[in-house]
């Protein structure tokens, strides 16, 4: 049997570290927004590059907090992409805003940034792109449309810990960066946890107040905020984590290798990063019209994969619009397969999962 994914070996390599954090932060009395809290935010900070770090309750709350910090509310269209993970448009709905869906690159998934510009009312706030998968999207094109158009840039990294772009991280072009530590993404914890970064020292301290209950004094609200404080367990394992990302997104791609040379002469499309970007594979991906029989087969021999979207967000009753279809995102939706990957995957593990594929087409 090989999962589409194993939480417990990395565990199992960190149980005594964590043990020994994890009674040291019982035995302290301080549990909310302390000490750990603080050196994670600095050390993600400086770790990725950005000025400023706020560890939230989660990554949805990062997006809805960096909204509403961002000054987008009713009335106000936000453009992102339909091949996401609902969240993304969770938090442009929670400030009454509207999710205005553009189609996808089908080789990065990530928007397509040659169709942004025909999204653009005099109603857009701000595009908010996703780093899917572990790969950033077109950043370049993305801030230079943002730039021209006066734009805010907020950017989705829920699967992108530590992807770059010619050296620059995945979180830092825009005015905010939103990260989560669910269980299952790059740098996770064990249960919830988000950070937004910043480079803005004005829209950082908004985000302090907004995340606990709109004060900045205790006691005095100054604003309408929320209760959405990281934790100091889950920033204690965090930190911990946090010095072996290195090598779990190398592994990653070890892993993802490794399955490119496999699969390399099967009718199947890989996974690609374009030059100068490094992939941290969240997920890795193919996309093949035989996307059905393949998962079954793999089922059928024990080999867990998802699809992920199976129901793009321009097609969920919630969000669904007068928009034109956007047929490359239905397309993938409908081909799209996400195989086995976590850094510990063993290469006997990977090939077996390819033959099985290979299987297919024999
Ligand atoms: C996981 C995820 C989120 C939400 O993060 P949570 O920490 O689960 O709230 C948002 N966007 C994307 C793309 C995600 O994958």
Redesign the pocket.
């Known amino acids: 049997m090989i999962p589409l994914i194993d939480l417990k070996e990395q565990y199992a390599a960190l149980r005594e570290e964590i043990g020994v954090r994890i009674s040291e932060v019982l035995a302290s009395g301080h549990y909310v927004l302390g000490p750990n809290v603080e050196n994670l935010e600095k050390e993600v900070a400086t770790f990725l590059d950005a000025k400023h770090a706020v560890g939230v309750a989660?990554?949805?709350?990062?997006?809805h907090l960096a909204i509403a910090a961002a000054g987008i509310g009713a009335g106000d269209e936000v453009i992102t992409t339909p091949f996401?993970?609902a969240?993304?448009a969770e938090?442009i709905s929670y400030v009454q805003a509207t999710a205005v869906f553009v189609d996808i690159d089908p080789v990065s998934f990530n928007i397509d940034p040659g169709r942004i510009e025909s999204a653009i009312t005099p109603r857009t706030k701000a595009i908010l792109p996703?780093h899917?998968f572990g790969l950033s999207a077109d950043m370049e094109a993305i801030e230079s449309i943002a730039r021209a158009h006066g734009l805010l840039v907020i950017e989705?990294c829920?699967?992108s810990f530590g992807a770059r772009v010619s050296g620059t991280a995945a979180g830092t072009f825009g005015l905010a960066g939103?990260l989560?530590?669910?269980p299952?993404?790059n740098l996770s914890c064990y249960g919830?946890?988000?950070m937004i970064l910043t480079d803005s020292d004005e829209f950082s301290k908004n985000l302090r107040v907004l995340r606990n209950h709109g004060s900045s004094r205790p006691y005095h609200h100054d604003k309408l905020g929320f209760n959405s404080r990281l934790d100091e367990l889950q920033a204690a394992i965090l930190r911990i984590k946090l010095e072996n990302i290195e090598s779990y997104n190398e592994n990653r791609r070890r892993v993802a290798r490794r399955y490119t040379q496999l699969l390399d002469d099967l009718p199947i499309v890989t996974p690609h990063a374009r030059s100068g970007m490094s992939h941290v594979y969240?997920q890795y991906t193919i996309r093949t019209p035989l996307r059905d029989q393949i998962r079954v087969r793999l089922s059928e021999t024990d080999i867990g994969t998802a699809i992920y979207y199976p129901v793009p967000l321009h097609r969920q009753q919630l969000w669904r619009q007068d928009t034109p279809s956007l047929p490359v995102c239905d397309q993938v939706s409908e081909e799209c397969l996400s195989l086995p990957m976590f850094p510990e995957l063993q290469d006997e593990q990977i090939e077996h999962v390819v033959d099985t594929i290979r299987s297919v087409f024999a």
């Open positions: 989660s990554g949805t709350d990062a997006l996401t993970f969240a993304t938090a996703v899917l989705d829920a699967q939103c989560s530590f669910y299952s993404k919830d946890g988000g969240c």
